[in-house]
T-cell receptor
Framework: AQKITQTQPGMFVQEKEAVTLDCTYD???????LFWYKQPSSGEMIFLIY??????QNATEGRYSLNFQKARKSANLVISASQLGDSAMYFC????????????????FGQGTILTVHP | DVKVTQSSRYLVKRTGEKVFLECVQD?????MFWYRQDPGLGLRLIYF???????EKGDIPEGYSVSREKKERFSLILESASTNQTSMYLC??????????FGQGTRLTVV
């Protein structure tokens, strides 16, 4: 079974500063993908960034980067130059790709971290 | 853009009612999912479907059933709604391993 742990229920950051949201995962599978989603108060889940377990480079998407440390089983999200609109709930998630192909794309989610950006 | 549409943003139902939550996607995705979201628990998988008329239980299927008669539509059914099913329900769809697209969510209150 897979497990995702986000140990920070809430985080605060000053506008224009960088912030790191922690995510650790547990799986015995070798092939998997890690996702980060943003959920504003309106409720929709917005995809931010994806990292595959065999990707050699850390993923980046604009102001978002994923600090992937495979040996430590961590996949922290780094948001640079925070903006007021970044205030939201953030979820880390994992999808396992097994040889039998039976995962069908199921995502396992962490508990989430609420980020508040102060002006 | 991929669109996943859930039929209602907010629903209020009475205990014991049969409740249908509908989800439609417009990108011909094979895989569709229903999650529920509760504070402190993140999103938990209720059911998923990898093809028409195919379904698999997720982590918390008790009290729920699903229907997928057409590829684009995946329905979640609460056979007899109870107050502990008050929650946010999110539908998602995907075709490849590196994507998952979500609907806007349905906030269900059972009174």
């Amino acid at each position: 079974a897979q497990k995702i742990t986000q140990t920070q229920p809430g985080m605060f950051v000053q506008e224009k500063e960088a912030v790191t949201l922690d995510c650790t995962y547990d799986t015995s599978d070798q092939s998997y993908g890690l996702f980060w989603y943003k959920q504003p108060s309106s409720g929709e889940m917005i995809f931010l960034i994806y990292q595959g377990s065999y990707d050699e480079q850390n993923a980046t998407e604009g102001r978002y980067s994923l600090n992937f440390q495979k040996a430590r089983k961590s996949a922290n999200l780094v948001i640079s130059a925070s903006q007021l609109g970044d205030s939201a709930m953030y979820f880390c998630a994992m999808r396992v790709f097994n040889a039998g192909g039976t995962s069908y794309g199921k995502l396992t989610f962490g508990q989430g971290t609420i980020l508040t950006v102060h002006p | 853009d991929v669109k996943v549409t859930q039929s209602s943003r907010y629903l209020v139902k009475r205990t014991g009612e049969k409740v249908f939550l509908e989800c439609v996607q417009d990108m011909d995705h094979e895989n569709m999912f229903w999650y529920r979201q509760d504070p402190g628990l993140g999103l938990r998988l209720i059911y998923f479907s990898y093809d028409v008329k195919m379904k698999e239980k997720g982590d918390i299927p008790e009290g729920y059933s699903v229907s997928r008669e057409k590829k684009e539509r995946f329905s979640l059914i609460l056979e007899s709604a109870s107050t502990n099913q008050t929650s946010m329900y999110l539908c998602a769809s995907s075709r490849t391993a590196t994507e998952a697209f979500f609907g806007q969510g349905t906030r269900l209150t059972v009174v």
